[in-house]
């Protein structure tokens, strides 16, 4: 049957206060296209819109990268697309991109983002996969190698804010944690399986956690299904430690268990194995990591890649986000970007 009245205007979806607090009541954040001038301010004021991320060290990552017209490029983590956006118009025309991402949710959606904005398949790739097996994909794809390649490591600002993907401790969802929710265990699964002695180990080596052994006997007392759940856990579990930030221990908690949950070291160390073969000769590759357990092991690869003459040139230092970048952007906070030319 038809609507009967087909140009009635769709109500607001109802809540509370003069302005959407909850992720999904952010209808016109969801729509940038019908509400540009609504999502500019929130850009202005330095939040991220929902269902969107923000591309991070942007000019940074295009210098050192220096895409170039028809060039071969992979972004391992597409994201949102905002890398991938500025890489594709670097390499037109003729270049071709292979975007990469294991988030079955977001993918379509940012794929769907790109070719409106005018990449057809010939020019953009979207592949679904973890950027582990990257070497396997370019052996079909690209036999001689990418020119250009960009990790932007963690997870995408779209992830973090659905609180029903259960990276956020902000607002009640499952305790999932995964990238692919399709793929191994919510980390609650993963909770309910550790001892007390392996959660430990967990927080220390995934976070660097000062108050693991007390957290990880508090935290196997009585399961654990929600994101609330667990920050409420943990703040009480140090509500009598003195001189302790509890809300940082939320925070490292969270980020030791997704790192166990999508297994990101393997991949991580998988993928810095096999980067060299993945380069062509003055291949360029940049690494965004966010964490210190990500950036030891992106140094490490890169400085035993320069001794072994497989890079011809490293970063020196680590290169950091301007202040004028963390201030828009807070998120861009903690970034390091380490990059790597392969050598002739
Ligand atoms: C920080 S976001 C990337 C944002 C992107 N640069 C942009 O401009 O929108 C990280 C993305 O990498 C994906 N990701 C993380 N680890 C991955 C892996 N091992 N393999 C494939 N994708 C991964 C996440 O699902 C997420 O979408």
């Not at 991402?101 to 940012?110: F, H, M, R, S």
Request: glycine residues 6%; charged residues 25%; aromatic residues 4%.
């Amino acid at each position: 049957m038809s609507d009967p009245q087909p140009d009635r205007p769709r109500r607001r979806p109802r809540y509370s206060g003069k302005n959407p607090r909850r992720f999904e009541e952010k209808y016109k954040e969801h729509a940038p296209d019908r509400y540009a001038a609504d999502v500019a301010k929130v850009l202005a004021s330095g939040k991220t819109p929902a269902g969107m991320h923000r591309p991070i060290m942007v000019r940074e990552i295009l210098e050192v990268l220096a895409p170039q017209p028809g060039e071969i490029a992979v972004d391992c983590t597409l994201g949102y697309g905002g890398h991938a956006q500025e890489i594709l118009s670097a390499i037109r025309p003729d270049g071709r991109l292979l975007g990469l991402d294991a988030d079955p949710l977001e993918l379509p959606k940012t794929e769907a983002r790109l070719r409106t904005l005018g990449f057809p398949p010939e020019t953009l790739a979207v592949h679904r996969m973890n950027f582990a097996g990257l070497a396997q994909l370019l052996s079909r794809e690209a036999p001689d190698g990418a020119d250009v390649i960009l990790a932007d490591l963690g997870v995408s600002s779209m992830q973090i804010d659905n609180p029903a993907r259960g990276f956020t401790f902000k607002t009640a969802g499952p305790l999932d944690l995964r990238m692919n929710p399709d793929r191994g265990q919510p980390a609650s699964a993963l909770l309910a399986t550790l001892t007390a002695p392996k959660l430990e180990r967990l927080l220390t080596e995934n976070a660097d956690e000062p108050h693991a052994p007390l957290l990880a006997s508090a935290l196997l007392r009585t399961p654990i299904t929600t994101t609330t759940a667990l920050a409420a856990a943990i703040r009480e579990a140090l509500g009598a430690v003195p001189r302790c930030a509890p809300d940082d221990s939320v925070r490292r908690v969270f980020q030791a268990l997704r790192i166990a949950v999508n297994d990101e070291f393997a991949a991580l160390d998988t993928f810095l194995r096999h980067l060299p073969g993945c380069l062509r000769p003055g291949g360029r590759v940049a690494i965004l990591t966010f964490h210190s357990g990500e950036d030891r092991r992106v140094k490490h690869a890169f400085k035993t890649g320069a001794q072994d003459g497989l890079y011809a040139e490293i970063a020196r230092d680590v290169v950091r986000p301007g202040a004028e970048e963390v201030r828009a952007n807070p998120r861009s906070s903690s970034a390091k970007l380490r990059w790597a030319r392969k050598s002739e």
